[in-house]
């Protein structure tokens, strides 16, 4: 028997996203952790449990108890380490992953961090995308930001260089948000699925990742498979997923204003950027789900 062990999978975050479609091929039975002692110590012997980063690599005693008995595999998306300050519980998560029999990892950075910090050789299964149709936007000011609302995604520092440059440029932020702000130009709407997320991808121009810290970015290859282009930071995979199909600048207001002034005045390198993203291949999730098949 085989089982997702994970928190509850509700939220529209990539790394919720990323177990969802797992689900849905229908080869794993989901359990939502609390105590993940008490969700390990359900399992019947000999189960192949595959755990959700989130759920188990800051407790590498409890992995200890059920090592023997069950075939652990571990799903990293990013170490929690590299996520928060002086990298707090980096060796938790070391042990975790030298504890396990084997580590699917989404991207290949976060091969390299496991690599590097614990020695342990990973298997890469980057998340996949679903058809989409194409946006129809064609214009230059209207920005949009998929994911949670924070420091770390960098829509702070997009929203003042969007308050800084004014009307007609706008900035939406779609996703959880965690770090609140108000200017100029931006909104605010929340977490958005389906119909009203494709609404928002239908209307932008341009998408906007500015992240210091991410393994692959799941929004970015959503974006590309609509056509549309990323505005990134220079963090993780971000740089070479948008290749020739997104712009790479640093996280200060003043140079994202710049870039974007760069885009708005230049239609030929719209056009460009838009073509590449239109035509770039991407993974599926049914790839992606039959690496992870491959691994339990």
Known sequence: MRFLLAPDLSAPTGGNR???????????????????????????????????????????????????????????????????PAGSH????????????????TSRSSHARALEVAGVYAVVAEPGTSPAPTSAALGAHRLLCVGTVGERKGQRVVAEAVAALGPPWSLRCAGTVVEDFSLPGTTLLGPLRGDALQAEWDRADLHVLLSSAEPYGMAVAEGLRRGVPSLVADAGELPELVGDAGIVVPRRPADVAETLQQWASDASLRYRLRSAARTRSLPTWDETARIVEGVL
């Open 18 to 84: 990323y177990d969802r479609e797992l689900l849905a091929r229908g080869t794993l039975e989901h359990v939502v952790v609390g105590d993940l002692h008490a969700s390990l110590a359900g399992l019947p012997d000999g189960s192949t449990a595959l755990l959700d980063g989130l759920v188990a690599t800051e407790q590498p005693d409890v992995l200890a108890a059920h090592a023997r008995r069950l075939r652990l595999v571990l799903l990293l998306h990013l170490l929690r380490a590299d996520d928060r």
């Open 90 to 105: 980096l060796g938790e998560e070391v042990r975790a992953l030298r504890l396990v029999d084997a580590v699917v990892v």
